[in-house]
């Protein structure tokens, strides 16, 4: 018997950084949109504990014990007082290492099926907080749509949306390291003060009503100048998608990718057109949000 889970990847709308804390991570206020990228996580009974992966990107996943997914299982096990051993296979369309957070995804993806594989009965709560401990950005995998993560992120608040937003995504040459993105963005921010990450309501309001034109006018990432300053080819990227009509163009997390909202499917083809024809980037994707979280499927 097998059980595979479906779980998205995800675009942040706004992504307010504080200060480094003492533990090494920021507070932040993220707003987490999952988009309709998907990655399929399958896990089946089997004698030791091994991790597979397919797709364009499949040779940039680790295949050890250091991969999201096989941690997940590890830390469902340690916690059931059974044994691990699964083959877990990940059908991976999510881009590694982009700022979509495509571990995370696996992650949470390999949790909810092996705690179905395994019939464990773990309450939702208790598997956020396994989700937690893997990562910054599993629990919002798990639960998908959009939510507020406070904290280092991990703390969600369910937010309401209005409406189908529609984004085309441009994958870059090559990959960041987020701890990176934020040692880059502590040194650009040496000598100034901090101050509290906070949500906006304008944007929370946009998100709500579904307008696409409200909901550019408000988004922003702080990770953004971190991010173009240890890639600064992003630039050409961001302002090829600007020129050919997105109505918002900005970094997916701590990047590469980068992310274009637009008004409406034919104005997301057009910004995909215009993006593949400028040679400033590697693939593009478009996608829709909000998308569901990890599903059994
Ligand atoms: C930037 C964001 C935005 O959603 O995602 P990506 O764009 O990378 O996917 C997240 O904050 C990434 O979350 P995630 O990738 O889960 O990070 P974690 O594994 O928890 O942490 C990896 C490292 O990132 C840094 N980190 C992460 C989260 C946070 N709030 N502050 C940090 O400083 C720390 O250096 C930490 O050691
Ligand atoms: N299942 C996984 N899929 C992709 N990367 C993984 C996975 N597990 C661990 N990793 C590691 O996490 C790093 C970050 O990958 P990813 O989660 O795709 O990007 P991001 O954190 O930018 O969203 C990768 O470079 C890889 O070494």
């Given at each position: 018997m097998s059980v595979t889970v479906r779980v998205p990847a995800k675009v942040n709308v706004q992504l307010s950084v504080g200060a480094a804390r003492p533990d090494g991570f920021h507070d932040l206020a993220n707003v987490f949109l999952a988009v309709g990228l998907h990655d399929e996580v399958t896990v089946t009974p089997a004698d030791s504990l091994r991790v597979t992966c397919e797709g364009p990107d499949a040779a940039e996943v680790p295949l050890d014990r250091t991969n999201l997914a096989a941690r997940a299982a590890l830390a469902l096990a340690a916690r059931d007082g059974r044994s691990p051993d699964v083959h877990i296979h990940i059908a991976k369309d999510i881009p590694v290492?982009?700022?979509?957070a495509g571990g995370s995804a696996d992650g949470a993806g390999a949790l909810l099926a092996c705690d179905t594989l395994w019939q464990?009965?773990?309450?939702h709560d208790e598997l956020l907080e396994i989700c937690a401990e893997l990562g910054s950005d599993v629990p919002f995998s798990l639960t998908g749509g959009a939510a507020l993560g406070t904290g280092r992120g991990e703390r969600l608040t369910r937010l309401d949306v209005g409406g189908v937003f529609h984004w085309v995504f441009a994958q870059a040459e090559g990959g960041l390291s987020t701890p990176a993105v934020y040692r880059e963005f502590d040194r650009l921010h040496e000598g100034h003060r901090i101050p509290e990450p906070l949500v906006s309501p304008l944007l929370l309001d946009a998100l709500a009503s579904g307008d696409p034109a409200a909901l550019a006018a408000t988004i922003g990432n702080d990770l953004q100048p971190a991010a173009l300053s240890l890639f600064p080819a992003l630039a050409d990227t961001l302002e090829a998608g600007t020129k050919a009509g997105a109505l918002a163009a900005l970094v997916s997390g701590s990047g590469p990718t980068t992310a274009f909202l637009t008004e409406d499917e034919p104005s997301a083809v057009a910004v995909a057109e215009a993006l593949t024809a400028s040679g400033s980037c590697r693939a593009v994707r478009t996608a829709t949000s909000p998308a569901a979280g990890a599903t059994v499927i």
């Open positions: 290492a982009g700022g979509m464990t009965g773990t309450p």
